[in-house]
């Protein structure tokens, strides 16, 4: 099967996820029985908050439930992935009762366990990124150069950061797979975004918004698809009306074995922005994919997990969020076996090689101030000879082109 083709229906996947678990989160109770663990203190201080997204490895209240608890016990924050909510917000239309209650039980489950929200409002259909999702029937085939629904988009993202006022709002999921597709529509977008971001920064001032980026894709390390230089460009059309850069990674759908991840694979975005990233939906496999598409086990998760913590270290992260924190017991026909074993626990709730390295990563505290003076002093201390790695990441799987990854004979938008 075409990589883009896998990377599609990993879209798809994701997205309907996303959906199937907004259906159970009405379900979610306030957590007045939460069994809290005792969290031991240990290790250096992190500087990013953990967590996992609110996909429930059963579409059931208790599914629901047990995910919210292990993310409040081994993190600090859930991701919330939604679609908007076109016809809540077009001229005329008021939001719904049922809008209200999906916001009113994110609170609430949130609050009673002291967690942080990061909520994603993912704008564009995930098998055509060039076109927005769930449009009303009156609205099809438009984009935001449409006055209504650029109205409606910002007047969404405002309701939801006054309502939830959350940690992270992430206004656009994955937008360079949209400037791929379509530049015209993603410029559109670029627009409308920067008033959004105008706006909840109005209204909710705490909130740190900004877009995601999907990384394989950014950097044109997919196999199978034609390559092209790192789209690093794109971050300017952002240039301050972003407060993280942040990324979606699956890297076990572009490199076999994580072994075979370069080395400087995420450090390398250092050279291209000040800005703080932030890994809004990490995953890698722990076995093989149908179609031969990874060759991963569980020693390979651990081995990509760890790389992933260290890196977090190196660079002063402040969000590290995994996708799913147990198998999907309904991850068994396509598109959704594509993600069957990204979880850091199985469906039978066994840990994996990988879970003590999470349970460890939690276990240190979150101090941000703290965790930054370590990590100055590490950065001043002269490196291993032969540590250093310059150069992109390539297709391949080994570094290649030039050292900054500059981005040469990109088209033009």
């Not at 609110?54 to 992935?81: K, S």
């Not at 390390?221 to 789209?231: N, S």
């Not at 590490?378 to 290649?400: F, L, N, R």
Request: charged share 25%.
């Amino acid at each position: 099967m075409p990589l883009r083709r896998r990377f599609t229906l990993l879209a798809l996947a994701l997205t309907l996820v996303a959906l199937l678990a907004g259906g159970c989160r009405t379900e979610v109770k306030e957590g007045s029985s939460f069994p809290k663990r005792a969290r031991p203190e240990a290790g250096d201080p992190r500087s990013y908050r953990l967590g996992f997204s609110d996909t429930p490895w059963a579409l059931t209240e208790l599914g629901t439930r047990q995910t919210y608890d292990l993310a409040a016990n081994y993190g600090e924050v859930i991701l919330v992935q939604r679609a908007p909510v076109w016809a809540d917000f077009v001229p005329g239309a008021t939001p719904s009762e049922a809008t209200r209650q999906e916001l009113t039980t994110i609170r609430d489950a949130t609050k009673s366990r002291d967690l942080q929200v990061a909520i994603v409002l993912d704008l564009f259909d995930p098998i055509a990124r060039d076109k927005l999702q769930k449009l009303p029937p009156a609205y099809a085939g438009k984009d935001l150069s449409n006055a209504d629904l650029r109205k409606a988009f910002v007047q969404e993202a405002v309701f939801v950061a006054k309502n939830l006022r959350p940690a992270y709002l992430v206004l656009g999921n994955e937008v360079n797979a949209t400037f791929e597709r379509s530049p015209g529509t993603y410029l559109t977008f670029v627009s409308a975004y920067k008033e959004a971001y105008d706006a909840v920064k109005a209204a909710s001032p705490e909130t740190r918004v900004f877009p995601s980026f999907q990384y394989e894709e950014l950097l044109g390390v997919i196999p199978d698809l034609p390559p092209h230089p790192p789209r690093w460009q794109l971050l300017k059309d952002f240039e301050g009306k972003m407060d993280l850069l942040g990324i979606t990674t699956f890297a076990s759908f572009a490199f076999n074995v994580a072994r075979k991840v370069p080395p400087n694979y995420y450090t390398a975005i250092k050279d291209q922005t000040k800005l703080p990233i932030a890994f809004i939906s990490v995953g890698y496999a722990s076995g093989p994919g149908r179609d031969n598409l990874n060759s991963s086990t569980p020693a390979e998760q651990r081995r990509f997990l760890q790389r992933l913590f260290e890196d977090a270290d190196v660079m002063g992260s402040p969000l590290v969020i995994w996708f799913a924190e147990r198998d999907l017991s309904f991850a068994t026909a396509p598109p959704y076996d594509l993600l069957a074993s990204l979880g850091l626990r199985d469906i039978g709730d066994r840990t994996k090689e990988a879970w003590p390295l999470w349970e460890a990563a939690s276990n240190r505290r979150y101090d941000p101030a703290a965790a930054e003076v370590i990590r100055a002093k590490k950065a001043t201390e002269q490196p291993p000879a032969g540590a250093t790695v310059t150069g992109t990441p390539g297709a391949s799987g080994t570094p290649g082109g030039s050292p900054t990854g500059t981005a040469t004979g990109t088209p033009s938008r």
